[in-house]
């Protein structure tokens, strides 16, 4: 099984199999509290990951762990939130010795996008996710199709626009704008585990901050009474 944690906007954890059957996913949508929230849901998906391995879906129920990558939220999102997400990722990967895959959240929302419209038998056309970046600012992504591979295709990075010129900056690029509130952690793994059947990299080892953090160093001693 593949563990999807996002904490880009709430705080999303989800265990998939390689195949893509969800076979446990929990969130919470509150946009402040990812660490008072994060060790719960994370052991309220593999509970429930292991019940549903007790009634017959060929998982282990105990004995070995059957996670086997964890699939990380790269953002882009606030600085402190993302940082919590990644953090979970990368401790619970480092106990049981298992890769971490970095995915970028608008991935796995652009992905959910382009399967539904695939389902209905229609083209999504080109399109951006976007998210709220805070502070009068909106981050977005644009994506035209999926490749060979069953991955979204972006057609420009992930950037910031002040919010007020967020549609002129969408109908220059001719993308239509697709707001997101939340983030799927079982959309995210599935997007990590088609990353690892192509062998490919989607996200490097950084969070996609998209800003400087506001605590900065000082660049003189304070002066001591």
Known sequence: MILGIDT???????????DGVVRAEVASDNPLGHAEVIGDLLVQATEAARTTAAHGSGLPASGDDPITHVVA????GPFTGLRIGIAAARTFALARAIPVIPVPSHDAVALGVLLAAAFEGAEAGRFAVVTDARRKEFAYTVYLGLDDDGLPVRVAEPALVPRDLLDDRLRELDAARIEATSVSAALLAIT???AVAARRSLAGPE??????????????PKRVS
């Open 8 to 18: 880009s906007l709430g705080t999303a954890v989800a265990l998939v199999d390689p």
């Open 73 to 76: 939220g790269m953002g882009p």
């Open 192 to 194: 990590g585990a088609r």
């Open 207 to 220: 969070p996609l901050y998209l800003r400087s953090p506001d605590v900065t160093v000082a660049h003189a």
